[in-house]
């Protein structure tokens, strides 16, 4: 045939009998220059074949002569733009799949595509839009719906994730992807035993076509539920059908260890997990991370075989895999710890803090990260990384520090007040009690057992107060109290189960709300906030006490601290320490000033410490404070507090209760009863205070 039309038809024909070649011939034919009247859909379905014989050079350009032959072709725009992906040529193919969803709004191929691609990117705020487009012109797609709950999912938007989920496995119970997403969605949320329960009947829906990340989801959530036997039977099986998986054989040897510490089997699962490693084609990021946890789990299980020293070389190993890892650097750290005589102990967690913190130099310090005394960190050792360390920060330490100098100046420090005739006699210690609140996870709960055995090996005054460990049942299951009272030893563990109080501002507020800066911040997390700002001061069962310490789940003293920070509270008569300030970015602390402000006109107070709040956004790094309760139990905080809470700015925002705790001390109490404790071992996150002595 001479015309373009009858070239284009016949091309169909041979393509629907899968004459794939002469296909070509025609389509190429009815879209060619020589053609009288070149078929835009010709260049387009030529594309397509050429894509599909992994033709992708000539299959661009057929997308792009159907785009010369018309501009508004979405679907050769979509087709030109998965080429491209395909190519690794990101930019242009983001360019052509908005351009086919601008170009013909209606086309949901299109906006799936698009979907898939930003998706594919971790650009989830563009995916999420395009599947919701997509939803909305084919409301009963399943496949639409589980690209929109996991792009949902990524974005931490956990209500409407669980929605789109659900509606994608009501519609194709098949599509294992979903239902193992829906499981993640609602254990994230809480909804524990009814991921248990939804991920369960999926596997046994499906019990022909097992699924990889499906047993791994449920054996997950059967281990944030403490159920950790049937986590090692769901894994036995994923290790069953996927035998060549180092990273199931992986998990499997770290849910045989919750089950049972002393399980002999764990060697020999990791040995064959190592074994696959080195075999293994996967993508080199991911083996690396497979092969850093395998050295992770046997150093665990050397440390419960009370093989310290075999822990701590397999800790390194890990820790040479993937340097910044702060979980592996606190496992080499113990294992050092419990290996070496008391003057390599102090050598050898330095050394660990030391290895986690120089990607803080490497990448430069970011924006609230204090680097005070971070160099510290290796003191002792004789290493050049040591003096390299000390020489990258120095700018940046005297840069921090002269930004406080006015702040700290104003306030005693307690390394000088240890020297106070005050200190030096014997007396009744005062009524005091350490609190902590537990846990979002599994890794806070790791944290915290490693956090509360450094605390009674190293801090001799907590074993002279009571202990109050705060949760929403979390620490319910009898497995978890277990492993926490067996780390703490013989400190006065009282556990304390609670619900928290929310304030004004919480119903409208977010269940995530997202800042700027690329943070997100939970209900929970906001929760807490309001928590440590008001409740905690209400809690009957502290009613007696006149001090109160608090920490946090990962503050970590990492040395031995040889005096007792509630007993120097007393005997100087201050009512608040702290350990260091920083400061907040603006956008969780918008408004807040406001408020604050509003709060001196009506009451007329006369601020006690104006510096604090002259200085941009400062907070107290709460995760270590230690007060006198008198300055929260008073009508003077009473009122500034409700002023606060009353404005909603706590979960609007996410105020903090390090903001709310600097502006109370700064309105109240007076700076010569202010104390900065400068001579504690503490680490936490990207804080590290390591004092010389």
């Known amino acids: 045939p001479d015309s373009a039309s009858a070239a284009y038809n016949l091309a169909g024909t041979y393509m629907r009998v899968h004459d794939f070649p002469k296909a070509i011939k025609y389509f190429r034919k009815a879209a060619s220059r020589n053609a009288k009247e070149p078929i835009a859909a010709a260049a387009y379905h030529l594309g397509n074949l050429y894509m599909r014989i992994s033709e992708t050079n000539r299959a661009i350009r057929a997308y792009q002569r159907a785009i010369e032959l018309d501009a508004r072709h979405a679907s050769s ?23 086919a969803v601008d170009t013909d709004p209606k086309n949901a191929d299109a906006l799936f595509n698009a979907g898939g691609f930003f998706g594919n990117l971790g650009h989830f705020q563009d995916a999420a839009e395009m599947f919701r487009r997509a939803v909305e012109l084919q409301p009963h797609d399943p496949e639409i719906h589980q690209g929109l709950g996991m792009a949902l999912k ?23 992807e979903a239902q193992a997403s829906l499981g993640q969605v609602l254990e994230r949320q809480g ?43 769901t894994l036995e099986l994923a290790a069953a059908f996927f035998s060549s998986s180092a990273e199931i054989l992986n998990n499997l040897a770290a ?79 113990q294992a050092l710890a419990r290996s070496e005589t008391s003057e390599r102990q102090h050598d050898a967690l330095r050394r660990a803090l030391g290895l986690l913190h120089s990607v803080v130099v490497q990448k430069s310090l970011p924006t609230g990260v204090s680097p005070d005394k971070v160099a510290l960190a290796l003191r002792r050792s004789s290493s050049a990384g040591a003096i390299a360390l000390e020489d990258a920060l120095k700018h940046s330490q005297e840069d921090h520090t002269r930004a406080e100098a006015n702040l700290y100046e104003a306030h005693d420090r307690s390394s000088v007040l240890r020297s106070d005739a005050r200190m030096t006699h014997a007396g009744e210690r005062p009524s005091g009690v350490i609190v902590f609140l537990c846990c979002a996870d599994e890794s806070e709960f790791r944290d915290f057992v490693a956090s509360i055995s450094m605390f009674q090996h190293n801090v001799k005054a907590a074993h002279a107060y009571p202990i109050h460990v705060y949760h929403d049942g979390f620490l319910a299951p009898a497995e978890r109290e277990s492993a926490l009272r067996a780390a703490a030893g013989p400190l006065q563990l009282r556990l304390e189960s609670f619900a928290f109080e929310q304030g004004p501002g919480a119903e409208k507020a977010p269940l995530r709300l997202h800042t700027r800066d690329g943070h997100s911040w939970s209900m929970g997390y906001r929760n807490m906030c309001r928590f440590f700002s008001r409740q905690i ?36 008569g201050k009512d608040y320490g702290y350990m260091t300030i920083l400061a907040e970015p603006d956008e969780v602390v918008a ?31 709460t995760n270590f404070e230690v007060t006198r309760l008198g300055i929260w139990r008073n009508d003077k905080y009473a009122a500034l507090f409700r002023a606060i809470d009353n404005a909603g700015g706590i ?31 503490y680490w936490h996150q990207y804080f590290v205070n390591a004092p010389a002595e």
């Open 651 to 681: 979960y609007t925002s996410r105020w903090g209760d390090a903001a709310i705790h600097l502006l109370n001390v700064a309105a109240h109490v007076p700076a010569e009863r202010t104390v900065r404790f400068d001579d504690v071992p």
């Open 537 to 572: 001061f209400d809690r009957a069962e502290l009613k007696s006490y006149d001090y109160v310490w608090r920490l946090d789940t990962d503050s970590f003293l990492f040395d031995t601290l040889s005096y007792d920070p509630i007993d120097l509270l007393h005997r100087t």
């Open 591 to 621: 408004g807040l000033a406001e408020a604050y402000a509003a709060y001196l006109t009506s009451s007329g107070v006369k601020e006690a410490q104006p510096a604090l709040t002259k200085a941009k956004n400062r907070i107290f790094y």
């Open 154 to 176: 990524n974005l931490d938007i956990l209500d409407e994730a669980e929605q789109a989920l659900r509606a994608a496995v009501a519609r194709r119970p098949g599509l294992l």
């Open 77 to 99: 725009h979509s087709g030109l733009a998965s080429a491209l992906a395909s190519r690794g040529d990101h930019d242009q193919a983001a360019k052509h799949y908005r351009l």
């Open 191 to 233: 909804k524990v035993d009814e991921a248990i329960d939804q991920l369960e009947r999926a596997v046994d829906r499906h019990s022909g076509h097992r699924s990889e990340k499906l047993l791994m989801t449920l054996a997950a959530a059967q281990q944030r539920n403490a159920s950790y036997d049937d986590a090692v039977n």
């Open 255 to 333: 849910a045989r260890l919750l089950a049972n510490s002393s399980d002999p089997v764990v060697f020999s699962v990791l040995e064959r997990a190592r074994s696959l490693a080195k075999r293994s084609n996967d993508d080199a990021k991911q083996l690396t991370h497979v092969r850093t946890l395998i050295h992770v789990n046997r150093a665990r299980a050397y440390l419960v075989h009370g093989e310290p020293t075999k822990a701590g070389k397999e800790a390194l190993k890990a820790l040479q895999l993937e340097p910044t890892n702060r979980d592996v650097a606190l496992l080499y750290a």
